[in-house]
Nanobody, 125 residues
Framework: QVQLVDSGGGLVQIGDSLRLSCTAS????????VAWFRQAPDKEREFVAA????????PYAHSVRGRFTISRDNSKDTVYLLMNTLQPEDTAVYSC??????????????????WGQGTQVSVSS
């Protein structure tokens, strides 16, 4: 049974950084499309970043481009989301998602089969 585990969230101040991690059991993240989504209270789920496979392209949401970096460590079979210059509007539950299928648009949440439980990121002003 495939399980994703995301971790690394926390409470930080404006301008701080955090690195989220996504690992999986029964699934090779090094050979899968993987994305991060976030959901703030009373808001819809929002695409943050993805790392595609096999092309390894990395699309980002406009709101995080230049501040966030998604990467993959194949030796650890882990996907990271490095978040710099965090702002209060980045406060949300962040979840990683993965799939074994080819997907035409890595930004669409309903194309992903597997999800982590979510990790809370809170940015204090």
């Amino acid at each position: 049974q495939v399980q994703l585990v995301d971790s690394g969230g926390g409470l930080v101040q404006i301008g701080d950084s955090l690195r989220l991690s996504c690992t999986a059991s029964e699934l090779m993240l090094s050979a899968s499309p993987v994305a991060w989504f976030r959901q703030a209270p009373d808001k819809e789920r929002e695409f943050v970043a993805a790392i595609e496979w096999p092309a390894n392209k990395t699309p980002y949401a406009h709101s995080v481009r230049g501040r966030f970096t998604i990467s993959r460590d194949n030796s650890k079979d882990t996907v990271y989301l490095l978040m710099n210059t965090l702002q209060p509007e980045d406060t949300a539950v962040y979840s990683c998602a993965a799939t074994t299928r080819w997907i035409p648009d890595s930004r669409l949440w309903n194309d992903y089969q597997y999800w982590g439980q979510g990790t809370q990121v809170s940015v204090s002003s």
